[in-house]
């Protein structure tokens, strides 16, 4: 996977591409052009995201085509990637990029490796009877969400640009402006990517996946004796960090097939996510996920059960007797629970400004949750830095009955580290992205006006900050919203 020297950058925008994935993996995606879009618009560009990709956004603004599909930047070479998956359960042996079309792996200032992949752009022979578009909602929306999450220290896939095609797009609602999104990861490599090789029983390209991935996201471990069970682990910390990281913040994605689940531990596929105001653990805002099987409590669950899936896929790159590695395995899934719960308890301690770590802090975190139940997630977080300096009426104030945090506080304060006001602060947003202010910027948006969302924008991506006149990026939904749902965006 080496490229050129780093700092020779190319023209027209700076991308500068690499295309490993297309060079070294052949067999694991089909070459395929974006549709042409008739007439690209640019919609919305990440300058600070193409600053720190070390190009150059005057020049990108230039060239909507590159990021409507109506055509291709210098090195671009344009594949849809294939793999399997597990969708709410279900084992589904060929998925792939339906509506989605990696252009090339770019190399930033520090030769940092990123996909830039197009999402919205046409079908593909993955689509499976699909029109392989999308629309400009849903795709403002995951620019929206994966932005708000990177400014949250979230690791997330990232949104470049969105861009209208010029198209439109039929759907149940009717007619709606055709859009894509570009998006950068460090990798699009999957848990299904493993499942793709593994179903079909082809462990040398098994072998060549796995050793791709590794010089890709730990080349540490590269030409190691036991690299494999050693990748295994690493994919595990990352996944165990990052779901503790979404429970902390009250997000719940919504659909953790196991071909939303990376190699490199970054959130990916912002369809049907959200996040939780109420807490209440079964939250669910999905239309398709009626049996609550990525409720928001669920989230740790499914993490061990996708990893045993891709504990299934390595089996066969294990040296040793099948039975000795399947129980080398098994021991290993039997250890996320407590690596996840680790997490979880440091991600809360730090949320609520503990000194330390006590044996009874897991004891303190679990009736903390039982007193506040149906209380705003992301407020009486907030709040409570407000108690930690001895003012309760901002935190009274979310609860209907507070008897129950009342004779919980004592507890907590025991327990306070010094100067933990400031510190909360920094651990616990002030904004998030409320889903009555996504709904309002989207809605706007179709109608033309993008000034709603570029306010939401400018404030989801400085959580943190106390300011006056942001208020109202604070506050739950207004009485009436009714029940959230969202939809996959297809």
């Known amino acids: 996977m080496n490229g050129s020297d ?9 991308f500068r591409f690499d295309n ?14 974006p549709d042409p879009a008739p007439a690209p618009v640019l919609v919305v560009l990440n300058r600070a995201l193409a600053a720190d990709l070390g190009l150059d956004a005057d020049s990108l603004a230039a060239h909507p085509e590159w990021f409507a599909g109506g055509g291709l930047p210098p090195g671009a070479e344009a594949v849809a990637l294939a793999y399997a998956g597990h969708q709410f359960g279900g084992f589904s042996p060929q998925l792939g990029d339906g509506r989605a079309h990696l252009l090339g792996e770019h190399l930033g200032p520090d030769g940092r490796r990123w996909d830039i992949q197009l999402k919205g752009s046409g079908r593909t022979p993955f689509s499976r009877g699909g029109d392989g578009k999308a629309v400009l909602g849903p795709m403002l929306r995951e620019y929206l969400i994966s932005e708000a999450m990177a400014a949250l220290a979230v690791p997330t896939t ?20 055709g859009a894509v999104v570009a998006r950068v990861a460090s990798s699009h490599l ?3 990517s493993f499942q793709f090789w593994s179903a079909r029983g082809d462990t040398p390209q098994l072998a060549r996946l796995a050793d791709y991935a590794i010089a890709r996201h730990d080349p540490d471990l590269v030409g190691q004796g036991g690299r494999i069970l050693a990748f295994f682990d690493r994919v595990v910390a990352r996944q165990a960090a990052l779901i503790a990281q979404w429970m902390g913040l009250g997000f719940v994605h919504g659909v953790m097939n196991t071909d939303n689940m990376t190699i490199s531990g970054e959130t990916i596929d912002y369809g049907p996510c959200a ?15 009626r049996q609550g099987r ?7 669950l499914i993490l061990g059960w996708n990893l045993a899936r891709l504990a299934e896929a390595l089996v066969p790159l294990i040296p040793g007797a099948r039975d000795a590695v399947v129980d080398d395995l098994n021991d290993r899934l039997s250890a996320i629970a407590p690596r996840y719960h680790d ?64 004779a919980w506080l004592p507890r907590w304060r025991a327990r306070l580290a010094p100067g933990a006001a400031r510190a909360m602060r920094a651990q616990n947003p002030a904004v998030i992205p409320r ?41 739950p939904a207004p009485m009436g919203f009714g029940d959230y749902v969202t939809f996959c965006g297809t």
């Open 6 to 14: 780093p700092l020779s950058w190319s023209p027209d925008g700076g």
């Open 20 to 33: 490993s994935w297309a060079r070294d993996l052949p067999g694991t995606f089909v070459a395929q052009a």
């Open 158 to 177: 990232r949104s470049l640009a969105v861009a209208l095609t010029g198209e439109d797009v039929w759907r149940d609602s009717g007619r709606m402006p």
């Open 190 to 192: 999957r848990v299904g």
């Open 275 to 289: 996040f939780m105001e109420g807490y209440a653990p079964g939250t669910v805002f999905s239309s398709i996920d």
């Open 294 to 300: 990525y409720a928001f409590a669920n989230q740790p």
């Open 343 to 406: 997490e979880w308890l440091a991600v809360m301690r730090a949320k609520l400004g503990l000194d330390g770590a006590e044996p009874g802090d897991g004891a303190l975190v679990d009736d903390l949750l039982a007193a506040m139940a149906g209380a705003d997630w992301t407020l009486t977080f907030r709040r409570l830095a407000d108690a930690a300096e001895g003012d309760l009426a901002p935190l009274k104030g979310l609860f209907a009955d507070f008897s129950a945090m009342e």
């Open 435 to 475: 889903n009555h202010m996504v709904e309002a910027a989207l809605t706007a948006a179709n109608q033309g006006d993008m000034a709603p969302f570029h306010a939401l924008l400018a404030e989801v991506t400085d959580p943190f900050a106390d300011r006056p006149g942001r208020e109202a990026f604070t506050l």
